[in-house]
Each structure stands twice: as C-alpha cells, then as structure tokens.
C-alpha cells in the first residue's frame, strides 16, 4: 500500500463556470465609463459657460457704444463656447445692466448651455436636456476714454 494518494483525473465540466460574471463585469465596467463621461460632460459644459460669460461681459464693458457692446458680447461668447468645442446653437446669451450702457454701469452677463442627459462619444447626445447656468458681471471702467459723461461712481 502507498503512504500517497493518488490525484483523481478531471475533465472539462464546469470550465465556463463564471463566465456570466465576466459579461457582467464587462457591462458594469462599460456602464460606469458612460457614467463617468457624462459627469465629465457637465463639468465641461459649465467650464465652457463660465469662460463664455466672462469673455462676453468683458466685451461688453470694452465696447464704445451699446449697440457695439451687444454684439460683441455675443460675439466673445460665441467665440469662446466654439474654442470649447461645442455648438453655439446651444447657447443663450442674456445682458442685463443697470440703467443702460455707460461709465460705473454694473453689465452682468448670464449663458445657459443645453447639455443632452446622455452623450455617447462618437454619436452624439440624445435623452433629455438639462441647462448648465453661468453668469460674470463687471462694471464700466469709469476713467476710460470713448465714452460720454462724466466719471460720477457713487461711492
């Protein structure tokens, strides 16, 4: 008699064992990147927004005139959401200041972004839309030149 045992052959069965695992894993691994990617999306989107609105309201305060301050100011935002990447159709623009356009006026300058809920790289976004918001404000240089009046900032 052998003092050792004697290892028992074994066959295939239950070599795919466990594969079901992988295709999960797969999945929660491709559904987690998507995840993140959108999460991404949104953070780029509101850095996008935040850049636009602030090339715009300093546009907007550089300007000598206000018709010339309106279009610039959409034009920097333009400018700066296209340098982002993304499609200026998805941008709004709204300008408001304090008692029109001229020295010590407060302008403020908000940019609302359409982001999709889902984008996927390479086709494109769909689901619903949410808006990413940003906004800047400056005040009209009071000492500059170009501009009519007097430099009366209360203080």
Not at 67 to 85: E, F, M, V
Not at 110 to 126: A, Q
Request: glycine share 10%; charged share 25%; net charge negative.
């Amino acid at each position: 008699m052998s003092r050792f045992r004697t290892v028992p052959d074994f066959d295939d069965r239950g070599q795919l064992a466990g594969m079901e695992s992988l295709v999960f894993g797969f999945l929660v691994l491709v559904v987690g990147s998507l995840v993140l990617a959108n999460a991404w999306a949104v953070v780029d989107a509101k850095y996008a927004a935040t850049a636009a609105a602030r090339e715009a309201v300093r546009a907007y305060v550089e300007a000598s005139s206000e018709t010339q301050a309106d279009r610039a100011a959409l034009d920097a935002a333009t400018s700066s959401i296209r340098s982002h990447g993304r499609d200026p159709a998805e941008m709004s623009l709204t300008v408001d200041t304090e008692g029109g356009f001229g020295r010590c006026r407060r302008a403020s300058v908000e940019v609302v972004l359409e982001v999709p809920s889902v984008r996927v790289p390479f086709i494109g976004g769909f689901g619903r839309r949410f808006e990413i918001r940003a906004s800047h404000a400056e005040i009209v240089d009071p000492y500059r030149s170009g501009l009519e009046g007097e430099a009366a900032c209360g203080g």
